[in-house]
């Protein structure tokens, strides 16, 4: 219960296209859902991060897409550029609590 | 304003030495994590710490010791290094349970 499922594992897009990754849980009491942006040899840091009384939330090219009663949220990057080649993971926390819960990651490659 | 330092950046340890790893952070924030990424895996939290001279375990405590003498400071020791422990760690820092973490950029650990 304590998990979330973050997939795809890897996806390539090409340069101007959207990336969608996408994350699911099962703890009810999860309220607040951060991205974490990783570039290769560096620490993750945040991008954008939803609380789930709203169902969408954008930041420039970012948008996260909330959905409470499936108990998922996902990541959309529109107009993607080679730039945002990185490894993006999602994560989950109740409030309260001392620790997130990451997703696996998912390392996206866009294409020049 | 330096954020969270890790060192060493990079280590070669033989199995069954010992070593130390570093987190200094400047932002006087309570709560500091140490994590570990392996590929596949996601992030998972080895130790996390709530205020100075607390520490608790995380989900994969075994083989590592923390300590938090200093609030600005959070150690990890390996007491005799295994392979299984070769491994990127990562040091992440928070004000409070309403605010995002500030990762350090990493110590990449080779057990040989």
Redesign the interface.
């Known amino acids: 219960q304590q998990q979330v499922k973050?997939s795809p594992?890897s996806l390539i897009v090409q340069k101007g296209g959207i990336s969608i990754i996408n994350c699911a849980y099962e703890n009810t009491a999860f309220d607040y859902f951060?991205w974490?942006q990783q570039f290769p040899?560096?620490?993750?840091?945040?991008l954008i991060?939803i609380r789930p009384d709203v169902s969408e939330k954008k930041e420039g090219r970012f948008t996260i897409s909330f959905n409470k009663s499936a108990k998922q949220f996902s990541l959309h990057i529109m107009d993607s550029q080679p730039g945002d080649s990185a490894t993006y993971?999602c994560a989950a926390?109740a409030?309260?609590?001392?620790?997130?819960i990451?997703?696996?990651?998912t390392r996206l490659k866009v294409l020049a | 304003n330096a954020g969270?330092t890790q060192t060493p950046k990079f280590r070669v340890l033989k199995t069954g030495q010992s070593m130390t790893l570093l987190c200094a952070q400047d932002m006087n924030h309570e709560?500091m994590?140490w994590y570990r990424q392996d590929p596949?895996?996601?992030?998972?939290?080895i130790h996390?710490s709530?205020g100075e001279g607390t520490t608790?375990k995380?989900e994969v405590p075994d083989g590592y010791n923390v300590s938090r003498l200093k609030k600005q400071n959070f150690l990890l020791g390996l007491e005799s290094a295994a392979p299984s422990q070769t491994s990127v760690y990562?040091c992440?820092s928070r004000l409070g349970?309403a605010y995002?973490?500030?990762?350090?950029?990493?110590t990449r650990l080779t057990v040989v």
């Open positions: 973050q594992q951060p974490y040899g560096k620490g993750p840091a945040l991060a993971f926390s409030g309260g609590t001392y620790k997130y990451f997703g696996t990651g | 969270v709560y994590y596949g895996m996601g992030l998972r939290l996390y709530v608790a995380g990562f992440a349970t995002g973490y500030t990762f350090g950029s990493g």
